[in-house]
């Protein structure tokens, strides 16, 4: 090939050959799959960015080993402190909860990673008129009330990074903190509060005033402001935002382990969560939080 | 009626959804096959992207947004495959490509297979730069909210890729210029 021959029009070239239609056993198999594969409640779920993703997991890789390295050595020093080997006594967990698996193992629980534990949500109310629950979510139209577990604060605008602000804990305290004093937001609170059993701070949200901004990534194609988010199972960033008009209120409630509990209720505009704010409440009252034993 | 569908799909409607996605799944093949240059990785990825979008389409805002946010998802698949794979691989991979030899205008085996090594050596991002670019024919701006990545990153890394295939042309270029110089 001759060096000055045009390397795009040679690369557009190279791209169009190659197959065009996909088998049919795609679709099927797709087809086969979602069978299994429930609808996540519509919350603000979207997709992080990947390549800000990579270099943010491999800083949370490099916490995590920090973190066990950590463990490892209060472990042995309780070790030599008290005596007992690996696999002797050791303090009771306050909470060892794992997220069920299809394939159980007799593997000790206290072993699960923090990142998969779970928790079970009941509610011991009766729902009010018009709502449903679907696992963690109670849902009237396009009102919605969440539970989610260990939440992290995302990165504010103007960094707009999709993950994890930095030097912010998971307690309710540095939670509600951080969301209080962040740009663009209207705050209500934060307020102490129990709920379920676990006690924490309440705080509630919409965007400020004359707010204009976004984060540059954002697909909501409004203003927009991150509050939170989580790495799922295959390490994307899912993140939850307030959006243009709408009203948010957060239960940020302490774990014994040091992570959180978030019960966040969304409605579209104010007029909708004043409609519905005695719903939300009555709700978030009759939910109860099981940590596991 | 797109619409329609994609908010029967997001109430729970499965044969809705795959309504949605059979007119699509061929171009979305295409795409993956171009990122990932493999028939069975490319099926792969277009399977797993698009049961990510039937778990989360309700968190879609704006149906009409549908085909672009579908296309985000299968993007960030093939990339995430792609980078998987490399890390699995540490070999370039050659695909065998069939095609006619000979003049200016078109594609020479030798050219195919200096097109495959150089795109093999980018990393999983700049390949689907590329092929959002050149083979989709997106404008940097659409890149950019498909990848959600500043535009001026887009053409940064944009910029990066291309200079990458043609320096890896242009090597191959040299040392089949050498190599084939008449004693």
């Known amino acids: 090939m001759s060096p000055e021959r045009d390397t795009e029009r040679l690369l557009r070239q190279w791209l169009d050959e190659g197959p065009t239609r996909a088998a049919d056993r795609l679709l099927d198999n797709v087809e086969g799959r979602i069978d299994r594969q429930r609808q996540r409640p519509a919350w603000r779920l979207s997709w992080k960015n990947v390549f800000m993703n990579r270099t943010i997991g491999s800083f949370a890789a490099g916490m995590a080993v920090v973190a066990v ?20 006594p050791t303090e009771p967990s306050a909470h060892v909860a794992v997220t069920p698996s299809p394939t159980p193992t007799a593997a000790d629980p206290s072993e699960a990673p923090p990142a998969d534990r779970g928790l079970t949500v009941s509610f011991t109310g009766s729902l009010p008129d018009g709502w449903g629950q679907d696992g963690d979510t109670f849902s009237k139209s396009e009102i919605t009330v969440e539970v989610l577990e260990d939440r992290s604060v995302m990165s504010a605008i103007p960094d707009c990074i999709n993950g994890p602000a930095s030097g912010v804990g998971k307690s309710a305290s540095e939670f509600v903190e951080a969301l209080a004093t962040r740009e663009g937001l209207e705050v209500t609170g934060p307020e102490a509060v129990q709920v379920g059993g676990l006690s924490g701070q309440v705080l509630e949200i919409h965007i400020s005033d004359g707010w204009t901004d976004t984060c540059p990534w954002s697909n909501e194609g409004d203003t927009f402001v991150p509050l939170f988010g989580t790495f799922d199972e295959k390490n994307y960033w899912l993140y939850s935002g307030v ?28 007029a909708e969560w004043a409609a519905n704010e005695a719903d939300i409440t009555s709700i978030v009252e009759g939910i109860q939080i099981d940590l596991g034993s | 009626m797109d619409r329609q569908l994609v908010e029967s799909a997001q109430r729970g409607d499965k044969a809705a959804f795959v309504d949605l996605v059979r007119t699509r799944t061929d171009r979305l093949f295409a795409l993956a096959h ?21 778990r989360d389409l309700r968190g879609l805002r704006d149906p009409d947004r549908f085909d672009a946010w579908l296309h985000r998802l299968v993007v960030h698949e093939c990339i995430d495959h792609a980078a998987r794979e490399r890390r699995r691989t540490a070999n370039l991979r050659i695909l065998p490509v069939e095609g006619p030899a000979g003049s200016d205008d078109m594609l020479t085996l030798a050219d195919r297979d200096e097109l495959e090594r150089g795109f093999q050596r980018l990393s999983p991002d700049q390949r689907a730069l590329l092929v959002l670019h050149y083979y989709e024919g997106y404008p940097l701006t659409a890149i950019a909210d498909l990848l959600g990545i500043p535009p001026g990153t887009v053409r940064s890394r944009l910029h990066y890729a291309r200079d990458a295939m043609r320096a890896a ?6 040392v089949a210029n050498v190599g084939g110089r008449p004693a």
């Open chain 1, 243 to 270: 959006v243009g008009e709408e009203r948010t209120r957060l239960y940020v409630l302490d774990k014994p382990d040091g992570g959180n509990v978030v019960v966040a209720a969304w409605a579209p505009n104010a």
């Open chain 2, 34 to 54: 171009r990122i990932l240059r493999d028939v069975d990785r490319a099926e792969d990825a277009l399977q797993d992207a698009l049961v990510i979008a039937w």
């Open chain 1, 69 to 88: 390295a950590l463990i490892g050595f209060t472990v042995l020093a309780g070790q030599n402190k008290d005596g007992a080997g690996i696999g002797g």
């Open chain 2, 169 to 174: 042309l242009d090597a191959d270029a040299r």
